[in-house]
């Protein structure tokens, strides 16, 4: 499932994106979430009223930028880098509107992938056909409260939180996802009429920036540093070309700030010698003035 949401953000790998983080509610290290879940699914609509993309092919970066990269293993300036440059360039944005309901199954639900789908129907059935039942699970969910807005400004009801459900030990989580419009609860077929009013970005597509430094003395550093912080749980520190710039964090990644010193310590360092660099045998030590010595090589003890 990570590979398609990255697929859809055109980045590589199955390491989880932020953003796929936040729409099934995962909060650790992504192997441990991904080891304690069983089943996802996602079921919704997704409006889009209209796409800005960059022709990639005439995408460069300039000399300042170029310059700026580290031509040396430095983890202070690879830090600045990225702290100041990003990882990735923003080069596709879809404005529009999206509804959306995803399931996590943890391994400790005993129902079927096919049950799991019948719970995903009927949930979207009862969400997008304006049915207000509760979903049937072994007690009801609770529901969080929602986080505390200021929702006078169209923005701030575009952008409402998360409505997160769960049932008994967290075996099932529901996540009840809306971007675009003008959401104040009310229900779907209402919210749809207001998406032309208030667009939002439902979908980007990326391209990472060392992508465009090929020929850099010092990509190879920069591209190593970027991998290992990626994989030390996702984050993807956006930049856009007029310096306006966005985070997607995990709760157990080191912050930015905190970027040099972790990439510090992924070289690895030499705490006793290398082989070769002492001789072989035993080192014969000058005669010492107190009256008891002792050595414990040879077939006996010699004290004299």
């Not at 984050?235 to 972790?262: N, Q, T």
């Amino acid at each position: 499932m990570s590979e398609k949401f990255n697929q859809d953000l055109s980045l590589s790998g199955k390491i989880p994106s932020g953003l796929f983080n936040a729409m099934f509610e995962f909060k650790g290290c992504w192997q441990k979430d991904a080891s304690s879940t069983k089943c996802l699914a996602f079921d919704g609509w997704f409006i889009t009223l209209y796409n800005v993309e960059l022709d990639r092919a005439h995408i460069t970066l300039s000399e300042r930028v170029k310059q700026d990269v580290p031509e040396t293993w430095d983890p202070t300036a690879i830090a600045e880098f990225i702290e100041k440059h990003g990882t990735h360039i923003i080069v596709g944005v879809k404005m529009g509107g999206k509804d959306v309901i995803h399931i996590k199954q943890s391994n400790n639900s005993n129902l079927h992938p096919n049950e799991v789908q019948k719970t995903l129907k009927q949930l979207a059935d009862e969400r997008f056909s304006e049915n207000e039942e509760a979903p049937v699970f072994s007690e009801k969910p609770k529901e969080e409260p929602y986080m505390p807005w200021d929702l006078q400004g169209m923005p701030a009801a575009s952008i409402r939180p998360p409505v997160v459900t769960r049932s008994k030990n967290n075996a099932i989580v529901n996540v009840y996802i809306r971007r675009g419009g003008v959401d104040y609860g009310q229900s779907h077929s209402q919210w749809l009429s207001t998406i032309s009013q208030s667009p939002n970005v439902i979908s980007m597509k990326f391209v990472p920036i060392t992508s465009l430094l090929g020929g850099s003395r010092g990509n190879g550093f920069l591209s190593h540093a970027v991998n290992l912080y990626l994989r030390c749980d996702e984050l993807i520190h956006m930049f856009i070309l007029d310096k306006m710039s966005m985070y997607y964090y995990r709760a157990d990644k080191p912050p930015i700030e905190e970027l040099r010193e972790f990439l510090e310590f992924q070289v690895p360092r030499q705490w006793a010698p290398v082989y070769g660099d002492l001789p072989l045998g035993l080192k014969r030590r000058k005669q010492a003035l107190p009256s008891l010595q002792f050595t414990f090589m040879g077939p006996k003890l010699y004290v004299n």
